[in-house]
C-alpha cells in the first residue's frame, strides 16, 4: 500500500505564499506521475497540477498557472505545491495523488491516479 501524506496548509492572506508538501512511501515513487487536486465546499475535486517522473515536464490548470509551481524531490520521496499569490478562490482541501501507470503519461482527470492523500486546508483570507 502507498502512502501520501500532505502538510503545510493553513490560513494566509490574499497575495501572500504557502507550499505544500505530499510526503509519500513506496520504493516505486520516481516513476511514478504525481498531482495536486484541491475542493472546495459544495464543488468538485479539481485538478490543480501534475509533474512527470522526470521532473522536468509540468501540467497546471488554467486557474493556478503563472502563480503555482509543482515540483518533486525524487531522493525523500516528496512533491511539492509552491502556491504564489494566493487568492481568496484558492480556498480548499489540498490532495496529492499518485498515479502508478505509466498510459497515459499524465493526466488532469482524477480518476485516473490511484493513490491520495487525506488533504490539506488552505484559507486565503480577505
Known amino acids: 500500500q502507498v502512502q501520501l501524506v500532505e502538510s503545510g496548509g493553513g490560513l494566509e492572506q490574499a497575495g501572500g505564499s504557502l507550499r505544500l508538501s505530499c510526503a509519500a512511501s513506496?520504493?516505486?515513487?520516481?516513476?511514478?506521475?504525481m498531482g495536486w487536486f484541491r475542493q472546495a465546499p459544495g464543488k468538485e475535486r479539481a485538478f490543480v497540477a501534475a509533474?512527470?517522473?522526470?521532473?522536468?515536464?509540468?501540467y497546471y490548470a488554467d486557474s493556478v498557472k503563472g502563480r503555482f509551481i509543482i515540483s518533486r524531490d525524487n531522493a525523500k520521496n516528496t512533491v511539492y505545491l509552491q502556491m504564489n499569490s494566493l487568492k481568496p478562490e484558492d480556498t480548499a482541501v489540498y490532495y496529492c495523488?499518485?498515479?502508478?501507470?505509466?498510459?497515459?503519461?499524465?493526466?488532469?482527470?482524477?480518476?485516473?491516479?490511484?493513490?491520495w492523500g487525506q488533504g490539506t486546508q488552505v484559507t486565503v483570507s480577505s
Open positions: 513506496g520504493r516505486t515513487f520516481s516513476s511514478y506521475t
Open positions: 509533474i512527470r517522473w522526470s521532473g522536468g515536464t509540468t
Open positions: 495523488a499518485a498515479k502508478s501507470s505509466p498510459y497515459p503519461t499524465w493526466s488532469p482527470r482524477s480518476s485516473d491516479y490511484d493513490y
